[in-house]
């Protein structure tokens, strides 16, 4: 994915940046700082406990739990 948007966005003169998150650290550090946990359950369930629904062949949906990948 990195290599796709650097081409992507190298043919029009922009920039790009890539941030990598340890994100058990960064809850750790919300927690130190006083976040309140409501706050803090909305962002680990923005990233960590991710799912989606898949709607397989016949209409079936089911529940799938997001382990990787990119958020976007």
Do not use: P
């Not at 960064?26 to 706050?39: P, V």
């Not at 369930?45 to 958020?71: A, F, N, P, S």
């Amino acid at each position: 994915m990195l290599r796709i948007i650097a081409e992507r966005t190298s043919g029009i003169g922009n920039e790009s940046c890539a941030y990598f998150i340890d994100w058990q650290r960064y809850l750790q550090i919300e927690k130190l700082t006083g976040i309140h946990w409501r706050e803090r359950r909305v962002i680990r369930k923005l990233y960590i406990d991710q799912c989606v629904k898949l709607k397989i062949d016949q209409g079936e949906k089911r529940k799938v739990k997001t382990g990787r990948g990119v958020r976007y």
